[in-house]
């Protein structure tokens, strides 16, 4: 049983990093003990934000905003340090 129901923004963007850095795809998830067919899907989401920003001449996404998460329901919210200033 996977220790997640899903992967966070610190394990896409792991993957993320060691595709970016040279290493293959499925090797890099064999070692994070991530499926290799969500690997290949968080690959291609990335590089279709990359496309995206190419074709309307914007600046190339960071990593961040490749990994970024879709809010869903079930997925505890987590406050930003900016969040947990403006509660004080």
Known sequence: ???HLYLSQEEKGALLTFVN???ELLPAA???KINPRIARSIKNRADKIIIYNNEYNL???SLH???SLAPKLGRPYILSEVD???LD
Do not use: H, S
């Open 1 to 3: 049983m996977p220790k």
């Open 21 to 23: 850095n040279g290493e």
């Open 30 to 32: 064999k070692k994070l």
């Open 59 to 61: 600046l190339l996404p």
């Open 65 to 67: 905003d490749r990994v």
């Open 84 to 86: 947990m200033n403006t």
